[in-house]
């Protein structure tokens, strides 16, 4: 059981705009940056969106992430084929002397 | 640009220490926080711990007691031993570099991630 919670699974026709939600706790998304990332089948994951809603270069402005008190979300808009991949919150979480917390991830079907 | 390699043994038996080692090319070690990620079969992430080029460590709380992370600055390399390794340790691991940071909202995340490499634990 992970201690950010995702749905397991999201879908959406491409061109549609599809959201994927994270929700966490005081200790962590309350109180730190949330990352995203991105494992397209059998690869390395890959950042997304890091500290709430930066994006590394290259990603497209297609993906961007929101977050708000306790909860964060990752907006996919104009998806593609392309985009079906899982995807993982992450956040640091500053019990137990602190260490990264993950999502249970994502699992994005573009139909 | 930087890449990392994995690099160890694909099979451990149980109750054996699992040794990988990741060689950080195209930059320097310093002045960065590099990490141990594993995800089991069909499962995800698990944050195992990070140092720093100049060798403080943080762990996951759930592998703390068996996990043992170093880095050799002269090599460009930081490795991972975990200890009394069961069949649950069957993974792909990765290492990743990191960038941590801030005050009142703290950052952490991995933006480059070597290609994982296969562990199985299995007498």
């Known amino acids: 059981q992970s201690v950010l919670t995702q749905p397991p699974s999201a879908s959406g026709t491409p061109g549609q705009r599809v959201t994927i939600s994270c929700s966490g706790s005081?200790?962590?998304?309350?109180?730190?940056?949330v990352n995203w990332y991105q494992q397209l089948p059998g690869t390395a994951p890959k950042l997304l969106i890091y500290?709430?809603?930066q994006r590394p270069s290259g990603v497209p402005d297609r993906f961007s992430g929101s977050k708000s008190g306790t909860s964060a979300s990752l907006a996919i808009s104009g998806l593609q084929s392309e985009d079906e991949a899982d995807y993982y919150c992450a956040a640091w979480d500053d019990s137990l002397n602190g260490h990264v917390v993950f999502g249970g991830g994502t699992k994005l079907t573009v139909l | 640009q930087v890449q990392l390699q994995e690099s160890g043994p694909g099979l451990v038996k149980p109750s054996e220490t699992l040794s990988l080692t990741c060689t950080v090319s195209?930059?320097?070690?310093?002045?960065?926080?590099w990490s141990w990620i594993r995800q089991p079969p069909g499962k995800g992430l698990e944050w195992i711990g990070y140092i720093y080029y100049s060798g403080s460590t943080n762990y996951n709380p759930s592998l703390k007691s068996r996990v043992t992370i170093s880095v050799d600055t002269s090599k460009n390399q930081f490795s991972l031993k975990l200890s009394s390794v069961t069949a649950a340790d069957t993974a792909v691991y990765y290492c990743?570099?990191?960038?941590?940071?801030?005050?009142?909202?703290?950052?952490?995340?991995?933006?480059?991630w070597g290609k994982g490499t296969t562990v199985t634990v299995s007498s």
């Open positions: 500290s709430n809603n």
């Open positions: 005081s200790s962590n998304i309350g109180s730190n940056t």
């Open positions: 990743a570099r990191a960038r941590r940071g801030g005050s009142s909202h703290y950052y952490y995340y991995m933006d480059v």
């Open positions: 195209g930059g320097s070690i310093s002045s960065y926080y």
